[in-house]
């Protein structure tokens, strides 16, 4: 069966099912999130949207000082809310355009059913 990557349009529905997309944007050198940055999908995106990825990089890596950030659904209600959800959608809905759906096996990077 081939993979299907989810698309969003509702900022909701995406904070609930995003798992740890925001991993993408922890640049701190833990193993974590040099897996995800390491990946293809994330290097392409990294180049053709340099700028929002500086951006995001940023937002959530000083986040992460604060708290860390594993997971979002571990973040206090309070942290959630300074996660920038609506650039974080965008960059999810660029990325995945980027994840090669034949050798996607599963969502531990990316929402695919």
Known sequence: MKAKLIQFNDIDEFKK??????????????????AY?????????????SKLERELTKKITSINEITPVHH??????EKQDML?????LGAYNLISE???????KDDAYFIIR
């Open 72 to 77: 979002h659904n571990l973040l206090p209600k």
């Open 37 to 49: 940055r390491s990946q293809k999908c994330f290097r392409k995106f990294a180049k053709t949207s």
């Open 98 to 104: 980027y994840v090669d759906k034949a050798e996607a």
């Open 17 to 34: 099912r995003c798992n740890n997309f925001p991993m993408y944007f922890l640049d701190n050198g833990n193993i974590c999130s040099e």
């Open 84 to 88: 920038p959800w609506e650039k974080l």
